[in-house]
């Protein structure tokens, strides 16, 4: 699919035409509005749910989206009652050695969250990713005896990490992105390969969690998505949730990570295609059997939409506003995470660059630290949500 140019003028009418649709559509959002200066937090609480954002570590004074950015700061301790470490608690941070561990950075997120009274999402206890594990664990020697080496390494850190945070972080992403999104197959990985089977993995890493932490979330945390695409990835992720029902694995919610791209723009509505319809079976699906979910690292690619910052930034709001709706139709959905909070320094600006050069505006906040109209879609949003009981 090639990239559709887009002016300024058609976006914003393609805008106009959708909340018209979205006016005449079903339910009209609660009466309810935002007061002025409440926080994103505050409002969504007002409904049962909480809004928070991930965050990095930084010494202080860093020009970075992280603790040691005084207005960073700021912005969090304005809209979020929760925060998750952007990387600070994987395994590549944690765990330089098979019996090794280094906690320091993510302990002064820890730290930090306690200070401000926020709660902290653990993300994640394993990114079954090759390219985001420790290069030792790539290349690691198993032994004569590989599955219980593997084992070893699974259960020991869980447990390890798990101990540590105990009555401090309630809700783990325990495992994250399974699966080749192109053909919704697994991926392999040296403790996979190990253990002879990534069922073995994942069952053992949700079991260890379980019995370490009875009361807290378990989460499986992926990218399976609305947009076209994505139906493999989608299939790959209910295949295993019904595995986990199948043979009694406690997972309890299933995080959608929610990294939304318009890599292309639908000319009827202004924003990008998603697939309503097949999107929505899939979380009836998932609901269906029991599992929560969680929005887990939101944001917005804009890379289809134009140049001009008023068209781009009215079209990622109106994103939000057709994702966020669909989403908060579900009275199992409480939590609700920016992957950041501050365009700058989200890690988009590397990973999905536009093509015109120009800078993602993909979070709630622009560089200037002044909130995008993406931010008063949330909170009118959150303000409009049926309340969970
Ligand atoms: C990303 C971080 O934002 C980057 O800084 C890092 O280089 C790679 O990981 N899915 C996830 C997150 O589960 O952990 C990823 O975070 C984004 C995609």
Redesign the pocket.
Known sequence: MSDIAFSRREALAGLSALSLTACAGTAAPAASSPAPGEGLHAIAQRKGLRFGS?I?YGAEGSDSGSIGNPEYRRIIERECGLVVA??EM?WQAIRPGPDQYNFAAFDAIVRYAKAKGLDIRG??LL?HRPK?LPEWVNTYDYGARPATEAARLITSHIETVTRRYRGVIHSY?VV??LFDDQTGAFVDTSLSKAMGSHEAVVDLAFHTARAELPGAELVY?D?MSWEPGHANHRAGVLRLLEGFRRRGVPCDALGI?S?IEMRTIDRKTGIGPYDLKEWRAFCDDVTGMGYRLLL??FDVKDNGLPADYAARDAGVANYTRAYMEVMLAYPQLRDILA??MVDKYS?LQ??APRADGLPQRCCPYGDDYRPHPMRAALAELFAGAAPRA
Do not use: I, P
């Open positions: 991930a990095a952007e990387n994987k993300h994640t990114w985001w992403d994250n992105e945390n990218y990570q990294h887990t690292e992957w950041g890690w590397g990973f």
